[in-house]
């Protein structure tokens, strides 16, 4: 420009070294373009305003051109930069949620889901340059590995970090933002940080490097989001461990159902042969012959009684509903149990004056009161009456068979409904196995009924049997 001085206005020249300046912060950045604003301000100065050759300016006016000029440049330096820094964040953020998008896809999609974890901690490796990630799965000691301090972030929910020279610091942490802590730290080797999973910890992410301060605010961030990813991996780990063992328990539970109908089935026959050699035995005198027939008799009971259960839990058994008059199915009972209870008084109260009416299947149901009433007699001191009241209640019918027998310890109401299960304290000669309650309620339960049991007042307890009940209206008149 030197060579058409004389021609050159002050405009053309502040316009070319506002041109070279911004040639410059494009390519090299703010400090380029800093160094150039200076460079030109000096030029500009000492070859292009008078007095040339010289920093002094004779025209006062020339300090406005000079002063315009190196505000405009240092403006455009700094907006460039600005612009800069903002498109390479964006760049970044895009990676970030590009790799993120990647790790999700692969963690949903590796068919064992422990490798998903295997694809975080390389990830977290890679993008991140830290040395050593592992992923600890479980909040217990023994899963979280040797590491007491390990066990401790787990169990605490806090983020540890280790320093150089051995101390220990914590910070807390949220499942939306991690606070590492690292800020103002120096020399942290290790960092453990808790993974959740809505709110509950499900194992421990450890990070270890020379110095895990150097990680900018960006790395940090991006941490967060990874930590969230692994948290979501272990769950899935723990839960697809779950779905394992809940199917091999199925899997056990259809063996053990199966075997059970099969022993159970092959056991009647010899059960009845021992009984009908039993039977001759007695016929020929022989006295030893009445306790063969009556343990038979109890072998065959239990026998049944398995078969029974196994088939209601497979759904094989036939269920009958019918209108039925309750009148019909109270007196088939007191007929049925009035052997067992050798003398002992079965009170029956039938409620209101209406003609009861259900609909549920006779057989079942008899079998379910007959083992009430057989309970109640069992369990009663002698020569106490068993009371039975019958009611209607809204849409069923309850049947309450109340005794005054030891009653149900508190905790144990719903065990007692449990196959094989027999409250502590239950005399061992009662000859039960503990499944007539567990049958009694699948076959209420299979006609729409229920059976509950509630404490009796003064003492003892009642057992309700509640069906479903009809109204007279229901019954449709027999065709003439
Ligand atoms: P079990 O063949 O042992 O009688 P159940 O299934 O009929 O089996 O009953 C399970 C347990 O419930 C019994 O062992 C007993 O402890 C308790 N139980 C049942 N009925 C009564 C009752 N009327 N009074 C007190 N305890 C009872």
Redesign the pocket.
């Known amino acids: 420009m030197l060579a058409f001085r004389s021609r050159l206005d002050k405009a053309h020249t502040a316009l070319v070294y506002l041109l070279i300046v911004l040639a410059g912060s494009v390519w090299g950045g703010r400090s380029l373009g800093l160094a150039l604003t200076g460079s030109a301000f000096l030029l500009f100065n000492w070859y292009f305003l008078e007095p040339y050759n010289a920093l002094g300016i004779s025209n006062p006016l020339d300090w406005l051109v000079l002063v315009a000029f190196l505000i405009v440049s240092v403006v455009a330096a700094q907006l460039l930069h600005r612009e800069r820094a903002r498109a390479e964040e964006t760049r970044q953020r895009a990676a970030e949620v590009d790799r993120l998008a990647t790790l999700g896809a692969e963690t949903l999609s590796v068919g064992r889901a422990d490798q998903a974890l295997n694809a975080i901690t390389t990830v977290i490796r890679e993008t991140l340059g830290i040395k050593e990630c592992r992923i600890h799965q479980g909040t217990g000691g023994a899963a979280a590995g040797e590491d007491p301090l390990v066990a401790w972030a787990a169990q605490s929910g806090q983020i540890v970090r280790r320093r150089a020279d051995g101390t220990v610091g914590v910070a807390g942490g949220t499942e939306q933002h991690l606070d590492l802590g690292l800020a103002g730290e120096g020399g942290v080797r290790a960092l453990l940080i808790p993974l959740r999973v809505r709110d509950h910890v499900v194992g421990v992410l450890e990070l270890g490097d020379e110095d895990l301060t150097r990680l900018d605010a960006g790395q940090r961030r991006f941490l967060t989001a990874l930590a969230y990813y692994a948290a979501l991996a272990v769950e899935r780990v723990r839960l697809t461990a779950e779905a394992d063992r809940a199917e091999v328990l199925r899997e056990t539970d259809r063996l053990k159902d199966a075997l059970i109908a099969s022993v159970s089935h092959d056991l009647r026959t010899p059960l009845t042969t021992i009984k009908a050699l039993a039977h001759d035995l007695r016929a020929s005198g022989d006295h030893r012959a009445v306790t063969i027939e009556e343990e038979a008799d109890r072998l065959n009971r239990l026998v049944v009684d398995l078969l029974d259960l196994s088939r209601l839990e497979a759904g094989g058994v036939p269920v009958h509903v019918e209108l039925t008059a309750v009148d019909d199915l109270v007196g088939t009972l007191v007929q049925r149990v009035s052997g067992a209870l050798a003398g002992r008084e079965l009170r029956v109260t039938m409620e209101g004056d209406a003609l009861l009416v259900g609909r549920f299947d006779l057989v079942h149901s008899l079998r379910v009161l007959v083992?009430l009433v057989e309970?109640?007699h069992?369990?009663s001191p002698a020569g106490v009456p068993i009371d039975l009241r019958v009611a209607r209640e809204d849409h069923t019918i309850a049947f309450a068979v109340s005794?005054r027998?030891?009653?149900?310890a508190a905790g144990q109401a719903e065990r007692?409904f449990e196959p094989f299960?027999?409250?502590p304290g239950?005399p061992p000669d009662?000859?039960?196995?503990?499944?007539?309650?567990?049958i009694a309620r699948r076959l209420a339960e299979a006609q729409q009924g229920s059976l509950t049991q509630e404490t009796r007042p003064g003492g003892?307890?009642t057992?309700t049997l509640r069906l479903p009940a009809a109204d007279l209206d229901d019954i449709e008149p027999e065709p003439s």
């Open positions: 083992n309970n109640a069992k369990y005794d027998g030891p009653g149900i007692i299960y027999r409250a239950s009662t000859g039960g196995a503990g499944l007539g309650l567990t003892g307890s057992f």
